[in-house]
């Protein structure tokens, strides 16, 4: 019988979808509580619930985003370093399938993988991305993640809800007055989570590109947004060059290629390409902010543009 831990639950927005999916599908699940940095402590608490699979979801992102990351580079490693590692050593030591929600914020664009060519990065493909302290330490941690044979590492990218939450990519970008606009790969949760479940469920092991197939623009996450939540809303573009000045650190634009992720997907498992995801996910979104009462003039403050 599949027993679920899950390490970021409690306050995490990943680790918290996760507990809600696997209560819905009848599994028996625990909120870690332990500290991930106190190895003693957290090699004692999975002693106790003696899971057969723990979803690693605990991280630090930074608040509001990951330029937090640049001024607090101590905790940043505290948390997504020693606290990572610290799970899938000991899990390791238990021989608990262990699956990682990383990061796919650790490629740029290159001459290997021009924009617009339709060549995504692999598996396999080295991190070429370290323009911030957040993407840095996760690219070593990919290196050293990879060393374990029982950790499913999952590369999330730009992650999209059906809601407003403050974590959702959508939520972020049409809050900033301008935005850049490139193609990147992104993860619509109502889609992938489910999937992480049933490769967890089915043992999945290795680094996974995990995105849904395909790239879209951030002007066509706007448009979705304009189409279906807010008719009034409007946007203006500025060139990354113009981004750099406003931001501390770098950030990540990509395309991963998801050959592999399709082929080993279990089965009865749908996962649609980017664009019919993000229509689809800002369908579900309006029917979902319609019964909050949200639409579109009285959204509360933080949910607005600045």
């Not at 009034?232 to 990509?254: D, H, L």
């Amino acid at each position: 019988m599949t027993k679920v831990l899950i390490y970021g639950g409690k306050t995490g927005w990943i680790g918290g979808l996760m507990h809600e999916l696997c209560k819905e599908k009848g599994l028996d699940v625990v909120l870690g509580e332990a500290r991930l940095e106190n190895r003693e402590t957290l090699a004692k608490e999975l002693d106790e619930v003696k899971p057969t699979h723990v979803l690693m979801a605990a991280g630090i992102t930074g608040r509001p985003n990951i330029d937090w990351c640049e001024d607090n580079k101590p905790a940043t490693i505290r948390t997504n370093v020693i606290g990572t590692l610290n799970v899938a050593d000991l899990t390791n030591e238990r021989g608990i399938h262990c699956t990682i929600y990383a990061t796919g914020c650790i490629f740029k664009y290159d001459e290997a993988h021009p924009l617009g060519s339709g060549i995504g990065f692999k598996e396999d493909s080295f991190p070429n991305f370290a323009e911030s302290f957040y993407s840095e330490t996760k690219g070593y941690m990919e290196q050293m993640l990879k060393c374990y044979e029982h950790c499913l590492i999952l590369r999330v990218r730009m992650p999209i809800s059906d809601d407003l939450f403050h974590r959702n990519f959508v939520t972020k970008i049409v809050k900033y007055e301008r935005v850049v606009n490139i193609p990147n790969s992104m993860t619509v949760l109502h889609e992938m989570l489910p999937a992480s479940l049933a490769m967890a469920q089915k043992g999945l092991t290795g680094v996974y590109n995990f995105t849904n197939p395909g790239v879209i623009s951030h002007n066509e996450v706007l448009d979705l947004y304009k189409k279906y939540i807010d008719p009034t809303y409007t946007y203006k573009n500025f060139t990354v060059e113009e981004q750099a000045k406003v931001i501390k650190a770098g950030r990540s634009n990509n395309e991963l290629d998801t050959t592999k992720l399709m082929a080993d997907m279990p089965e009865g498992v749908v996962i649609n390409d980017i664009k019919t995801a993000c229509d689809l996910c800002f369908q579900r979104m309006k029917v979902n902010l319609e019964k909050m009462g949200w639409l579109p003039d009285n959204m509360p403050e933080e949910f607005k543009r600045n």
